[in-house]
């Protein structure tokens, strides 16, 4: 029972983090193996919640009209295969491996999800439509590997990389990236 004072209130923090800035599986995947979850089902309960919250969160912004639907298709694609790839890789490796591996990432994406997150950009003469979506596209395959590997911290790689490097403004870029982690999140 003392796992649960501990384990239930780092969830709750992890899910009012996500809430704001997202990365809240920082705080819940690490809570979920030291309540003894094994890594696999830790990983895939973390998953699980994840995409709960993801699905409320896409909704509201599908709401508001901030998903560019010319982006959805090639993106949610590439998500998908990616994510379906690294979920595959995360189920091939053993317990010990795997659980080496995270303790390796897990500092490097805390400090990847806590650094700059400066995403004003401004779209850049010669940046075309075409060249925004495949940049996204690509992005979106890479950073889908990512997800169904691991996860914590998607949708501020996502959003770092629509902005950064297809040059997408924010406002267009949030709903966008929404739709893309759900895609990602279901299909590990």
Not at 120 to 134: A, F, I, N, W
């Amino acid at each position: 029972m003392g796992i649960y004072f501990i384990v239930c209130p780092l969830v709750f923090l992890a899910g009012f983090v996500d809430s704001i800035a997202g990365g809240g599986g920082l705080i819940s995947l690490p809570a979920y193996m030291f309540a003894g979850i094994p890594v696999h089902a830790a990983i895939a309960t973390n998953k699980l919640s994840s995409s709960t919250g993801t699905v409320v969160s896409t909704a509201r912004l599908i709401k508001n009209k901030k998903v560019d639907w010319g982006f959805v298709p090639g993106t949610v694609v590439g998500a998908l295969i990616g994510s379906v790839a690294g979920a595959n890789l995360t189920l091939i490796m053993s317990d010990s491996i795997l659980k080496m591996v995270l303790v390796v990432l897990l500092p490097v994406v805390a400090i990847c999800v806590l650094k700059d997150k400066n995403m004003d950009v401004e779209v850049p003469v010669g940046m075309t439509k075409t060249k925004q979506y495949l940049i996204a596209i690509v992005c979106s395959f890479v950073i889908g590997c990512y997800d169904g590997f691991y996860g914590p911290g998607t949708g501020t790689f996502l959003l770092l990389v629509f902005t950064k490097f297809a040059k997408m403004p924010i406002d267009k870029a949030t709903g966008n990236v929404k739709v893309v982690n759900l895609s990602s999140n279901i299909s590990a």
